[in-house]
């Protein structure tokens, strides 16, 4: 049902590495064309650190080399297996535009860029996948994964993705489902029938696209915690 995406198949193939001998002008100007904040450095393979715009403003020498600036971030990386949550949860942790991809040697594979970083979530929710969506409210105690999908399958539907969040301080789940067509009314009728709380549905694209750019703005704000 999830797509298992990893921080390795997240890699931009665009992004440059920079030498500790580019300037800091040309680090810039790099950084203007990607629209991004940060750029990997790298000398003969080995990662050695992330550069950000706030790092060469602070010196504000635009001829200096890279190498001789100090860098503000703790060589922030994630390895090619982690999962995307990790690479989010680290970006969001130090405000990254990019993060880098590095082996068990600390050798550099590549960056992953904001773009890529939605992208993949796009990909985890089936966003792109045309359906509708549905919110219910459980109980934790009554929750079933495979109740749940039968009520959708029993309406000749199927769950493309879906996501349970909780609140520590709650004893209900709130179960966020994507399922593989538009007319929810049956579905919806089903579970009500079933004693489940449906709080919100969603069908329109324009209401989609809300709704997953506030979806979106809800997980940096928790991975940020």
């Given at each position: ?8 198949d997240?890699i ?10 580019d ?9 203007e ?10 000398n ?11 790092d060469i403003?602070d010196?504000?020498q635009?001829g ?16 090619g ?59 934790q ?9 039968q ?23 709130e ?9 929810l009314a ?15 549905w969603v ?5 989609m ?10 997980l ?6």
């Amino acid at each position: 049902m999830h797509h298992r995406m990893l921080a390795r198949d997240l890699i931009s193939d665009v992004v440059p590495a920079l030498k500790t001998s580019d300037t800091a002008q040309t680090a810039l100007n790099w950084m203007e064309i990607f629209r991004v904040s940060h750029l990997p450095i790298v000398n003969e393979n080995d990662y050695l650190g992330l550069i950000s715009d706030s790092d060469i403003y602070d010196l504000n020498q635009p001829g200096e080399p890279i190498g001789n600036h100090s860098l503000s971030l703790p060589r922030p990386s994630v390895k090619g297996h982690q999962h995307i949550y990790e690479v989010l949860a680290l970006a969001a942790r130090h405000k990254l535009t990019v993060v880098p991809v590095v082996d068990d040697e600390n050798h550099f594979r590549g960056a992953i860029t904001y773009n890529e970083m939605i992208s993949g979530i796009a990909k985890i929710s089936a966003i792109e996948q045309p359906g509708g969506i549905i919110i219910l409210q459980v109980l934790q105690r009554d929750y079933s994964m495979s109740r749940i999908s039968q009520i959708v399958e029993s309406n000749d539907a199927r769950i493309l993705s879906m996501h349970i969040t909780s609140d520590p301080d709650s004893t209900s789940l709130e179960i966020t489902l994507k399922v593989n067509t538009n007319d929810l009314a049956s579905i919806i009728r089903t579970f009500e029938r079933y004693s489940y709380e449906v709080t919100t549905w969603v069908t329109d694209n324009d209401e989609m696209d809300r709704f997953y750019t506030d979806r979106y703005n809800m997980l940096m704000k928790y991975l940020n915690i």
